[in-house]
């Protein structure tokens, strides 16, 4: 199984900032990650899908690169309505298709 | 509008079972893969279930096998886990979730659910 690792768990920012997000693989993923935003008490809202290519209704701020074993997503400016958990997850070597543990962005 | 809605969610108690439901609408169920997602109070995201298009291969996470079985009618546009000898560490909000592309399994998910939340105690 592989294991997706992100870092920070916690980033504490202010709004119009610059934030970005890392997840790394135990072995190489190619291109086959996804970033995931949840919200309180909501389901999980596809971001990010082929490392890089935003899902219909992503924000343009929001940007993904990387492929192998390192990938980041980048919000170039934060917004009030982006602080939220992050999630990554890999889709190359399934079953199963394993998530990071999460990056929490938190208003500063 | 593409929707999928989860019921039968409930409080169990350890040993019991429940059945949720994930009803599909707005694009053709029969063409994509499903899988189940759980998130327990407080933790990330754990998938604990998969369905091929067709029904005809089925993946259950080791934390489920032999408990849990994932199914669907492709005729009635849903999705089913039956949830069998339950146990505290099943309490989670279950979610299921579609695959981006039609026939196609090496893919994200991109519509979920609201969320059903599932209680042993």
């Known amino acids: 199984e592989i294991v997706m690792t992100q870092s920070p768990a916690t980033l504490s920012v202010s709004p119009g900032e610059r934030v970005t997000l890392s997840c790394r693989a135990s072995?190489?993923?190619?291109?086959?990650l996804a970033w995931y935003q949840q919200k309180p008490g909501q389901a999980p809202r596809l971001l990010i899908y082929?490392?890089?290519t935003r899902a219909t209704g992503s924000p343009g701020r929001f940007s993904g690169s990387g492929s192998g074993t390192e990938f980041s997503l980048t919000i170039s400016s934060l917004q009030s309505e982006d602080f939220a958990v992050y999630y990554c997850q890999q889709y190359n070597n399934w079953p199963p298709k394993t998530f990071g543990q999460g990056t929490k962005v938190e208003i500063k | 509008q593409v929707q999928l809605v989860e019921s039968g969610g409930g409080v169990v108690q350890p040993g019991g079972s429940l059945r949720l439901s994930c009803a599909a609408s707005?694009?053709?169920?029969?063409?994509?893969?499903m899988h189940w997602v759980r998130q327990a109070p407080g933790k990330g995201l754990e998938c604990v279930a998969f369905i091929r298009y067709d029904g005809k291969n089925t993946y259950h996470g080791d934390s489920v096998k032999g408990r849990f079985t994932i199914s669907r009618d492709n005729a009635k546009n849903i999705l089913y886990l039956q949830m069998n000898s339950l146990r505290a560490e099943d309490t989670a909000v279950y979610y299921c979730?579609?695959?981006?592309?039609?026939?196609?399994?090496?893919?994200?998910?991109?519509?979920w659910g609201q969320g059903a939340m599932v209680t042993v105690s």
């Open positions: 072995q190489s993923i190619n291109r086959n």
């Open positions: 082929g490392a890089s």
């Open positions: 979730a579609k695959s981006f592309n039609p026939f196609f399994d090496y893919d994200a998910f991109d519509i």
């Open positions: 707005g694009f053709t169920f029969s063409n994509f893969g």
